[in-house]
């Protein structure tokens, strides 16, 4: 991966401490004055030629001529007259054979090269090799060897490109002819780099004024190129690259793909030499050896966080660090959005209320290949990476799995070179910060924001409008009428820029993020007319919008504020989204072929009715055409699995704050629903099913069906997911376009849940695999399966656990000062509170567990087998139930973590404020992973995933992506119990009938009588399970429950076995991949193609 063109070599290469990739001796030079070049200069004859002269430096040479090869250190190769040398490069005879040993770019090191000359850019436009161009390829030229057509002038022999295909079994070699002429080589290196083909050796020898050339060639899988026509094409690219005449500026070893032009004007000396200047002073990238990043730290301290660079603190170096980084990241950003400008690629918009994004230090370090250089450059100011990394806070953008979905999804369409936007909303204080006391949950505002955000970036000249409430009128035009919104209330949508690295890839994507402020004009009126107070109070209003995530709409306010939150994200992203297009496009004929829409869940719906409203109110194009585009450009993802839980909007709610998509949707509703009926005639119940507008005591708007009816493609997000779409959740509209649904199945970014937050497995992975390359494709991880048995692995694997789960011991006793065994089971459940994730069923297992043991004689507890039972998760602030079971946990846990007869047999901890900087510790540190959801109830559940990616073995029930993970990694590596998807309506039908387990009922009965106090509080918590009241099976599903747990209890012990299944589920994980996934929608629902960014 690209780290770079000053990449420090002795870290790059350890195997050759004192060389560097052979086209570095092209790279650029820093200081030619001093050392004397001016009569070079002077004698060049072209400003590329001026150029190509300031490459021939490097730190380190290896040169080889003939038989010898001398390594000559920097200071060396300076004492010798250079001017000298480099003439005799230009005018030589004849010279012995300069060898070129390229060492293998899988070390991660790509060459940089200048920008495109015109003739290099016309000839790669024609290149479908690894780009997927669209044009032909221009014929060749006639080779040297060729005869001039007669009567023809005499010309000088164009340069002639062999290939020759049988000279080896591994590489393509292609032979080149050509003048002599300083850059030439690096022209011709660029040309394979771009196309993504890799260099295995090169030689160059000379004849008089020519050279010969030899590259032995692969592709970018390092396999042998056998494509007659891909031949042709790279044949040809070449030819065009050498002797071609560009009126492009060339530099060194220049950032991508930014060409400037020169002559601004014509025949304007004065514009030509201003671009020329800026040319020289922007045409390299900041370099990231350990001095160069010190030096950047230390700006940074002193001039934007604005402390003395030599009396500063760790969050204030974390500070420094950061924007050091980001300033590498804005470099790859916008080269990749140049570049996918220059391109004009279908683009995907992806709409997610929420992306739980973690931390990005590590992740950004780590995907830009710099991770050890930073280390090294903090450690010699006197400070540790990861002492930096743990001051920066958790961005609060979102709860739960699907905001870590979105995030995992946003890092691999950067990762697989997808042209794509995030959109989302700036939250001010996200979800909230869950403080424990007494046991009770409380909910404070998360200030993540107080100390700002390094890795954003404020845009405030891109604003929208956002329009609420007001009227709708009609204007009268020649051709008819067309409604007009004339608006009651407006805010500005302020946008804030996130860039999101790839891994292995320049790409760097956008995540943009819509903050609310008040509209300048309401707010200058108030403050002229000296009504301060309403000044503020609209400023109130509107930064309220954006200021928390999910407000509680169980009160009309509450409803109607997340009403707006969704309408001010969609709006602010469709404007943005619509403007975009505008730029280069004046049809909206050719929208569909350019913008893809995804969104995520219901949330963004009301996206549909926004955009028919642009087209046909200010784009003014007629219904059924704007009708058409919309279908054509919509994908709905949704993660529901029952009917109930299907967001609806109030009528009147929508008629007051958006009077104009409310008119948009009922017509939508009444073309449906006509042409419904012409399919399936007059069956009412089913049109009162399938309508958008759900008649009742309160009259509202199905977000879920609006989404089918304008979509293209509808998604689940697991196999089991799927089919309870077509059999229960949307029934009627499979039966009526079964064509439109499909199903992808979650994953999760093996960068963050791996790479990032365990290393030491990471490192351990790439050992035994002999690659790095699953990083980036995680199929590779099967690979594992072959040494799962080998005792070195395993005891390194035993080694690599133990280490992480003294961390999260450490971390256990500084949060809750309780001091766990290592020796013991670290048993996990960490998610969402709620019932249906049945965290009461493992406290009162957990119960169930200290009665037995409290109740045995001394001789049998030394045969049981200890454990430490972890929860967290976060209880919805309207949610009692949820809350009480949290209560419950700390309850469970004074009791038994006070009790000496228990002693370190069982410890029982609930770790607060969970969130992806803790799982990134709680994860590796597992042993134990349980994801016991009722049956039918979770939609994919990542969750599992990422523990099975850690070695953590999995105890779960037969649901969501669980079903597909017991496929890849096998029931016998799982502990599997409760009832199947199909099994659960039988049970729930005979619930008076069902004989209730008397160990289930003696636990229940304990917390019941006030063994665990708060007796009255917990009654309410009681009923939920008892007396023909336990909709979620805990009776049901806890005899067999216990089971599983007995068995992973004898796993346990076997430390052979476990460490070997622990292997197989790593192993087994690398279908898992958000990468995957991602990888899916492009091609079956997106319709988009990679469109990677040039090195």
């Not at 195997?15 to 790279?27: G, I, K, T």
């Not at 479908?128 to 044009?135: D, E, I, K, Q």
């Not at 490109?161 to 660029?190: K, P, W, Y």
């Not at 197989?1064 to 997106?1086: H, V």
Request: proline residues 4%.
């Amino acid at each position: 991966m690209d780290a770079g063109p000053h990449r420090n070599p002795t870290r790059s290469f350890s195997c050759y401490p004192y060389s560097v990739h052979p086209l570095a001796w092209f790279s650029r030079f820093e200081n030619p004055k001093y050392f004397g070049f001016s009569s070079i200069l002077s004698n060049s004859h072209s400003l590329h030629e001026k150029h190509s002269i300031l490459h021939l430096t490097s730190h380190y040479h290896t040169i080889c001529c003939s038989k010898v090869q001398s390594f000559i250190p920097k200071i060396s190769f300076y004492a010798v007259p250079v001017e000298q040398k480099l003439l005799q490069i230009r005018r030589s005879r004849s010279m012995s054979a300069l060898s070129l040993p390229l060492l293998a770019l899988a070390h991660g090191l790509k060459p940089s090269f200048p920008p495109f000359s015109a003739p290099l850019r016309k000839a790669i436009r024609k290149l479908p090799v690894l780009h997927n161009a669209g044009h032909g390829a221009k014929p060749a030229r006639a080779s040297a060897g060729e005869a001039a057509p007669a009567g023809a002038a005499a010309v000088e022999p164009a340069p002639a490109v062999a290939v020759e295909n049988s000279d080896s079994d591994e590489s393509t070699l292609f032979v080149i002819r050509a003048r002599t002429r300083i850059g030439l080589l690096q022209v011709v290196a660029r040309v394979f780099g771009v196309l993504g083909l890799r260099i295995d050796r090169a030689s160059v020898e000379f004849e008089g004024d020519f050279f010969v050339k030899k590259f032995f060639v692969t592709d970018s899988r390092g396999k042998k190129i056998d494509d007659a026509e891909s031949l042709e094409r790279i044949r040809s690219a070449l030819i065009e690259a050498i002797d071609g005449d560009g009126d492009v500026s060339v530099g060194p070893a220049t950032r991508g793909v930014v060409v400037r032009r020169l002559g601004l004007g014509t025949g304007s000396e004065e514009r030509r030499a201003k671009a020329e200047r800026m040319f020289e002073m922007m045409d390299r990238f900041l370099k990231n050896d350990p001095i160069s990043l010190q030096k950047d730290i230390l700006n940074h301290v002193e001039y934007t966080v604005a402390r003395s660079r030599f009396n500063f603190d760790d969050f204030e170096a974390y500070q420094g660090l950061s924007h050091c980084v980001r300033d590498r990241l804005i470099e790859r950003w916008h080269d990749t959005q140049l570049h996918f400008k220059r391109k004009d690629p279908k683009r995907i918009y992806f709409l997610s209320l929420e992306y739980l994004m973690g931390r990005s230090l590590s992740n950004s370090v780590i995907n830009l290949g710099i991770r050890d250089e930073c280390a090294e450059a903090l450690s010699q100011l006197g400070f540790e990476f990861e002492v930096l990394a743990e001051q920066e806070g958790d961005a609060a953008l979102g709860n739960g799995g699907l905001a870590r979905l979105s995030a995992c999804q946003i890092d691999s369409l950067a990762t697989m070179d997808y042209p794509a936007w995030g959109y989302g909303l700036r939250y001010q204080y996200g979800l909230f910060r869950q403080i424990i006391l007494d046991g009770f949950q409380h909910e404070q505002p998360d200030h993540w924001l107080n100390f700002g955000n390094p890795w954003e970036i404020e845009r405030i000249h891109v604003t929208y409008p956002v329009k609420f409430y007001g009227a709708v009128e009609e204007e009268f035009l020649n051709e008819g009428t067309r409604k007009v919104w004339v608006p009651g209330e407006m805010v500005e949508a302020v946008a804030y820029d996130n860039p999101i690295p790839g891994y292995g890839t320049r790409n760097t994507i956008t995540l943009r993020l819509w903050a609310a402020k008040p509209s300048d004009h309401h707010d200058m009126e108030s403050f002229n007319t000296g009504d301060y107070i309403n000044a503020v109070v609209n400023r109130q209003k509107a930064e309220t919008i954006s200021s928390v995530l999910y407000p509680d709409d169980r009160s009309y306010q509450g409803k109607e504020l997340r009403l707006k939150q969704q309408y001010f994200f969609v709006s602010a992203s469709i404007q943005d989204i619509i403007r975009r297009f505008k730029d280069s496009h004046d049809n909206f004929d050719v929208f569909p072929e350019k913008v893809a829409l995804q969104l995520n869940d219901t949330h963004p719906s009301l996206a549909i009715a926004e955009v028919m409203r642009v087209l046909v109110d200010e784009e003014n194009i007629d219904w059924d055409r704007a009708w058409d585009i919309v279908c054509k450009i919509f994908s709905f993802t949704t993660h529901t699995v029952v009917a109930e839980g299907l967001e609806k909007i109030p009528v009147d709610l929508l008629g007051s704050l958006l009077p104009r998509h409310l008119q948009i949707i009922y017509d939508i509703n009444f073309n449906f629903v006509d042409e419904l009926k012409k399919k399936i005639g007059l069956d009412y119940d089913r049109l009162s099913r399938m309508s958008i507008v759900e008649e009742g005591a309160v009259k509202s708007i199905r977000s879920a069906n609006l989404s089918i009816v304008c979509s293209h493609t509808i998604n689940g997000v697991s196999s089991v997911h799927f089919e309870l779409l077509k059999t229960k959740v949307f029934k009627d509209f499979y039966e009526l376009w079964p064509q439109k649904f499909q199903y992808k199945t979650n994953g999760v970014s093996q960068r963050r849940w791996i790479v990032v937050s365990n290393p030491s497995l990471c490192a351990l992975i790439s050992k035994w695999l002999g690659t790095e390359a699953w990083i980036r494709n995680s199929d590779l991880l099967t690979g594992l399966r072959e040494h799962a048995a080998d005792t070195n692995l395993q005891q390194e694997w035993q080694m690599v656990r133990k280490v992480n789960k003294m961390r999260l011991a450490e971390y256990i006793e500084a949060m809750s000062g309780l001091k766990v065994s290592l020796d013991a089971m670290f048993d996990v459940q960490i998610k969402r509170i709620h019932e249906y994730k049945r965290q009461l069923l493992n406290i009162l297992t957990i119960i169930h567990r200290y009665d037995c043991i409290k109740n045995m004689k001394e001789s049998d507890r030394r045969k049981v087998v200890p454990r430490v039972c972890i929860l967290g998760g976060k209880a919805a602030p309207g949610y009692e139930i949820a809350k009480k079971i949290i209560k419950l946990c700390h309850a469970v846990a004074e009791k038994i973590n006070d009790d000496s007869d228990i002693g370190d047999l069982l410890k029982l901890v609930f770790i607060p404020d969970y969130n992806v900087s803790v799982a990134e510790l709680v994860i590796p540190g597992a042993d134990l992973s349980q994801h016991i959801s009722t049956a039918g109830h979770e939609a994919s559940g990542t969750g599992s995933m990422k523990f099975a990616m850690n070695g953590c073995l999995l105890l779960a029930t037969a649901d969501g992506s669980t079903v597909e993970i017991i496929e890849e990694i096998g029931a016998e590596n799982m502990f599997l119990f409760g009832a199947k998807v199909n099994e659960v309506p039988a049970l729930r039908e005979k619930f008076s009938d069902v004989k209730v387990n008397l160990q289930f009922a003696r636990v229940v009965r304990m917390v019941r009588d006030g063994y665990f106090g708060f007796q009255d509080y917990f009654k309410s918590l009681c009923d939920s399970v008892e007396g023909g009241n336990d909709f979620y099976l805990l009776g049901s599903d806890f005899e067999s429950y216990l089971k599983a747990q007995a068995a992973a209890d004898k796993a346990f012990v076997d430390k052979e076995k476990w460490t070997r299944m622990s292997i197989l589920s790593t192993a087994g994980s690398g279908r898992f991949s958000s990468d995957r996934t991602i990888e899916e929608y492009a091609e079956k629902s997106w319709g988009i193609e990679p469109c990677r960014c040039p090195f």
